[in-house]
């Protein structure tokens, strides 16, 4: 199974320097992504859209140089959905997504709805932006390590039970019960260099961040 691929849907706020430290990578352009990956001289593996964020001209620019999979602008799924469930079928493992905050509220929920989905809420897929990295935890224990650029974590339910133990953290919980709304599990900081999560039932999506 092939390691890690990154999905581009644009440029808005990406980490700083992202094309540049990943240019060897293998990449996806998601619609207007794709533009900009093949501006940074990032040949893409695959490339998908409706591309209506492209005028004619840099459609036409893009399919010189690529063969790309238009889709339609009436569907019955995103863009990006699209674009996950085929790099799923390629055979990669861990899905980094940029581009996908910043922009649209709906476009963004959209993208946090489809780390639940029951074909993906078990894969390992990120959303990346220049403050925050966004995952989906199902039941199990996870071992976290800090990392100082992002000293800040929460725990936000995605499902309308969960519940939560934390060691190691700033705030640590005991079989701690969360209902969708909850504000508890907001803003904690690690304790220890590692640091361990079991979620016992339920769904949370953790948010790793900085001011």
């Known amino acids: 199974m092939k390691k890690r691929v990154h999905l581009l849907c644009s440029q808005r706020n990406i980490p700083n320097r992202l094309l540049q430290k990943k240019v060897n990578e293998d990449w996806i352009g998601v619609d207007r992504g794709t533009l900009e990956l093949l501006q940074s001289k990032i040949q893409p593996i695959y490339a998908v859209g409706d591309f209506d964020s492209v005028t004619i001209e840099e459609k036409q620019w893009i399919e010189a140089r690529m063969n790309i999979e238009t889709m339609p602008k009436e569907k019955d799924v995103t863009d990006l959905a699209y674009a996950v469930q085929k790099a799923l079928e390629m055979g990669y493992k861990k899905i980094k997504i940029y ?3 910043g922009g649209r509220l709906d476009h963004f929920m959209g993208a946090m709805q489809l780390l639940k989905h029951a074909d993906f809420k078990d894969k390992k897929i990120q959303l ?4 925050n990295v966004i995952e989906l935890l199902t ?3 996870y071992t976290k390590r800090v990392k100082r ?6 725990f936000i339910p995605a ?4 519940t939560l133990s934390l060691k190691g953290f700033k705030y ?4 701690k019960h969360l209902e969708q709304g909850a504000t508890l599990t907001i803003s904690n900081e690690f304790k220890d260099n590692d640091a361990e999560i079991l979620l016992h ?4 999506y ?3 961040s900085k001011d």
Not at 128 to 131: A, E, L, M, N, S
Not at 149 to 154: H, T, V
Not at 159 to 162: E, F, M, N, Q
């Open 99 to 101: 581009g996908a905050t």
């Open 128 to 131: 990346i932006d220049q403050r």
């Open 139 to 141: 039941p199990g224990t």
């Open 149 to 154: 650029r992002y000293p800040y974590i929460s």
């Open 159 to 162: 499902t309308d039970y969960a």
């Open 172 to 175: 640590e919980l005991d079989n």
């Open 201 to 204: 039932e339920g769904m949370l």
């Open 206 to 208: 953790q948010i790793r």
